[in-house]
């Protein structure tokens, strides 16, 4: 796997109780349109653990073919059950991604010696290569630097995801893994400082609601161009994060998606609707930085 740059966990849209195949494609197009560097349907943001496997096929197969083979997928195939996560990988393969991302497995809690087994199994005859998803306040499971390490030697293991929001954590795991793993960073907010720490590339939630900001930030970055970088995350990234801090992200991504002109729906049960009070909040955040420009 090559891949670079800013990378969308999409918010998945859904209608009538399922996804909405339309919305999906017109949502897919407008990314690629606007410059992103790689597409991750099923992602946390795109309410993976909501979704049946059916809905999962569907969800990764409209994306692949909207993007029509100008854009990377990466599919997430997250589960507990290597059976199900291994199932997922395989949807993701015949669907046409380009690789998959596996989260830790989360409710159980286990030691490394457990996850080395899961992502050994789940990563044995991959069909795709593997990045795994470290997003411990989610999961309740940190993969330690040396697990992370371990498992960078195996042929499918090609990169991390790394939401922990340790820039320590992901220094290490960059210089303890070969040149050619990857490194993602999926805490916006610091998007600076992991690219200058050797992140190969962000995978950002506000990429759902300002693509062409997002990816200019990784664009500038990769050029020199501090300035452009401090600007972005001063006055896109920041404003943005900060005011949906105390939401459930899928919730106020979709609420924002809606404001900036397509209507994905609601969030599916358990996650709730964002209420009245927190829409005025994501408004007034999301017309601040509407009103300014990306020179």
């Known amino acids: 796997m090559n891949v670079s740059g800013t990378i969308v966990p999409m918010a998945t849209p859904i209608a009538g109780g399922g996804v909405d195949e339309a919305a999906l494609a017109e949502f897919t197009r407008s990314l690629v349109d606007r410059g992103v560097h790689g597409l991750f349907p099923g992602s946390s943001i795109g309410e993976f653990p909501s979704l049946t496997a059916e809905e999962h096929r569907t969800l990764v197969e409209t994306v692949v073919e ?153 664009d500038a970055h990769a050029r020199g161009d501090d300035a452009t970088v401090n600007r972005i995350l001063r006055e896109v990234v920041v404003p943005i994060v900060s005011t949906y801090d105390d939401i459930p992200t899928a919730a106020a991504i979709k609420h924002l998606v809606r404001r900036n002109g397509l209507d994905i729906g609601d969030p599916l049960p358990p996650v709730a609707p964002v209420s009245p009070a927190e829409q005025e909040r994501l408004d007034v955040a999301y017309r601040a930085v509407a009103d300014r420009t990306i020179e």
């Open 66 to 218: 909207a993007a029509d083979d100008t854009t990377a997928v990466i599919a997430g195939c997250c589960a507990t059950s290597i059976g199900d996560v291994r199932a997922r990988v395989s949807t993701a393969g015949e669907a046409g991604a380009d690789a998959a991302v596996v989260v830790t497995p989360y409710y159980l809690s286990t030691t490394q010696n457990g996850l080395r087994r899961f992502f050994e199994r789940v990563a044995a005859d991959a069909p795709l290569d593997l990045l795994l998803y470290n997003i411990p306040a989610l999961t309740g499971n940190q993969l330690s630097v040396d697990t992370v390490s371990h498992l960078a030697d195996l042929d499918t293991v090609v990169g991390l995801k790394d939401t922990s929001g340790d820039l320590g954590y992901q220094y290490r795991v960059v210089e303890e893994t070969p040149p050619e793993f990857v490194v993602f960073q999926g805490s916006t907010d610091i998007a600076g400082a992991a690219l200058n720490l050797g992140a190969d590339g962000l995978i950002a939630g506000p990429a759902n609601v300002f693509p062409a900001e997002l990816a200019e930030l990784y």
